[in-house]
């Protein structure tokens, strides 16, 4: 039973776009939501994260909304830019530990056009 | 800050070998979690390492096993390897609820 939901599976914005990649979860038990970003051969980087005690959370030209009522988190980047081309992942844990580790949504390869 | 560093960087086995993988956390976490990237499977959790202890292991078989040093190092052994265990083996080092990974050990049975 897959626990995080992400969609879009791809998606492609324009040079100065706005990207938006949503999650949604279904364990009412995690209380910790990141959002990592992978580029090809690499290992997954942690771009921000958030709890469920906020409604938003920025951290520079990517923002962070969290829906509790609706179990539901989204990622918006501003300004999207060709650099920003990569595969993103949220994710999901409890922060007590983390002791089933991160849980993660299937990924979103992003593609930013000059 | 040197980060999390993975070893080896590549690995070829072929079928019913046993693998060994590498982790050296950032220096002051004392979790390591393993992570396995298949292709279309996404990141499954694979074992999480505490203080020298196997705390959880995710769902996989017993084949996969490692161990957790006192300079909280770990290892990632894999026994008898099968086709489908071609992947990504990431490891991420945790303080407090934040995991940092590690560039992976990307690793090919044929």
């Known amino acids: 039973q897959q626990q995080v939901k992400q969609s879009p599976q791809s998606l492609i914005v324009q040079k100065g776009g706005i990207s938006i990649i949503n999650c949604a979860y279904e364990n009412t038990a995690f209380d910790y939501f990141p959002w990592y970003q992978q580029f090809p051969g690499k290992g997954p980087a942690l771009l921000i994260a958030i709890r469920p005690d906020v409604s938003e959370k920025k951290e520079g030209r990517f923002t962070i909304s969290f829906n509790k009522s609706a179990k539901q988190f989204s990622l918006h980047i501003m300004d999207s830019q060709p650099g920003d081309s990569a595969t993103y992942f949220c994710?999901?844990?409890?922060?007590?530990?983390?002791?089933?580790?991160?849980?993660f949504g299937k990924g979103t390869h992003l593609i930013i056009q000059p | 800050e040197a980060g999390v560093t993975q070893s080896p960087t590549h690995l070829i086995k072929t079928r019913g070998q046993q693998v060994t993988l590498r982790c050296s956390p950032i220096?002051?976490?004392?979790?390591v979690y393993w992570y396995q990237q298949a292709l279309g499977l996404g990141l499954q959790f694979l074992l999480w390492?505490?203080?020298?202890?196997?705390?959880n292991r995710g769902n996989f078989p017993p084949r996969f096993s490692g161990r957790q040093f006192p300079n909280y190092s770990s290892e990632l052994n894999v026994n008898a390897l099968e086709l489908e265990d071609s992947a990504l083996y990431l490891c991420a080092s945790s303080l407090l609820h934040t995991q940092y990974f590690g560039p992976g050990t990307r690793l090919t049975v044929l």
């Open positions: 220096s002051g976490h004392t979790s």
């Open positions: 390492y505490d203080e020298g202890e196997e705390r």
């Open positions: 994710a999901a844990s409890t922060l007590g530990g983390g002791a089933d580790g991160l849980t």
